[in-house]
Nanobody
Framework: VQLQASGGGLVQDGGSLRLSCAVS????????MGWFRQAPGKERESVAA????????YYVDSVKGRFTISRDNAKKMVYLQMNSLKPEDTAVYYC?????????????????WGQGTQVTVSS
């Protein structure tokens, strides 16, 4: 399974970005998908996760109400819509996949990882 994240960039405080993650090499729908981020000097943090059907989602408290995770199983894509961005959201964002039921939000439970895309929010 290969994951390719894209959509990062430089945005001002309060702005929006939409991250995309394209999945190839396998059937997409059985995979739980997640977004993680890692800022310089900090541990990798779970941001959001979505179940196989898209019916269940998880968000870390710091992004609730601002970020939305979604997936398109037909296109083998997962998205992270990020609104009201803050400087503390600055990090490299990674998408990840694991063959699992339910929701998974621990980084060590994910099997496949994308290469990361940089998000920088200026104040």
């Amino acid at each position: 399974v290969q994951l390719q994240a894209s959509g990062g960039g430089l945005v001002q405080d309060g702005g929006s970005l939409r991250l995309s993650c394209a999945v190839s090499g396998s059937t997409f729908s059985p995979y739980v998908m997640g977004w993680f981020r890692q800022a310089p000097g900090k541990e990798r943090e779970s941001v959001a996760a979505i179940s196989r059907s898209g019916g269940s989602t998880y968000y870390v408290d710091s992004v609730k109400g601002r970020f939305t995770i979604s997936r398109d199983n037909a296109k083998k894509m997962v998205y992270l819509q990020m609104n009201s961005l803050k400087p503390e959201d600055t990090a490299v964002y990674y998408c990840a996949a694991v063959l699992r039921l339910g929701l998974v939000y621990r980084a060590d439970e994910y099997r496949y990882w994308g290469q990361g895309t940089q998000v920088t929010v200026s104040s």
